[in-house]
């Protein structure tokens, strides 16, 4: 009796201690999850941040582009605007085609594509898509660990008790769209 009445406690403290680191690393990788976010958050404004100024030096030299200045502050605010995961990635992905398209018009001016702070604004956000790029993947790979946990046996089990949820991806819409060049015309 003594014997049977040891090995369940033993048991029960076994599966609570179980529990506890399960749910101790499941919270660990969702605050990861979490700061990976915060790290891509901060690069995306910062790319905000420049967005307004490079428009402002492109405006000066491509007074009949008034379409792609339009389409690109559309996009920035979009972006601005977006309130989870999936909508800041369709906004992201329309943001980075009408950059594409202000960078195309810019090439058809000589005189901007020669302009030291146009330089400079295309060089820095040259620099801020490098670091959302970098940013962006530090976030999947953190989000991917943080899946495979959830979904992984006796992990499953404890996450869906205490409400863990699967976290989405940062993903480009449509692949094939994102690796076209973009088409300009006059």
């Given at each position: 009796m003594l014997t049977g009445?040891?090995?369940?406690?033993?048991?029960?403290?076994?599966?609570?201690?179980?529990?506890i680191?399960?749910?101790n690393k499941l919270v660990k990788l969702r605050q990861r999850v979490q700061n990976a976010w915060s790290q891509v958050d901060v690069q995306l404004k910062r790319r905000y941040d420049l967005i307004p100024n490079l428009v402002n030096a492109v405006k000066g030299y491509v007074q009949h582009e008034k379409d792609t200045?339009?389409?690109?502050?559309?996009?920035?605010?979009?972006?601005?605007?977006a309130s989870n995961i999936t909508e800041q990635s369709n906004?992201?992905?329309?943001?980075?085609?009408a950059l594409k398209s202000l960078f195309a018009?810019?090439?058809?001016?000589?005189?901007?594509?020669?302009?030291?702070?146009?330089?400079?604004l295309q060089s820095e956000l040259s620099d801020t898509e490098n670091k959302i790029?970098?940013?962006?993947?530090?976030?999947?790979?953190?989000?991917?660990?943080?899946?495979t946990t959830i979904e992984l046996f006796p992990n499953n089990l404890v996450a869906s008790m205490l409400g863990f949820i699967m976290v989405d991806y940062f993903t480009l819409q449509g692949e094939v769209e994102a690796r076209e060049n973009v088409n300009v015309s006059f």
């Open positions: 009445m040891i090995t369940l406690v033993a048991l029960m403290l076994l599966v609570a201690v179980f529990l680191a399960t749910y200045l339009e389409r690109v502050t559309h996009a920035r605010n979009m972006a601005i605007q906004a992201e992905n329309i943001l980075t085609g018009v810019a090439e058809a001016y000589p005189d901007l594509k020669a302009n030291t702070n146009f330089i400079q790029s970098f940013a962006r993947q530090f976030y999947n790979d953190t989000v991917q660990i943080f899946n």
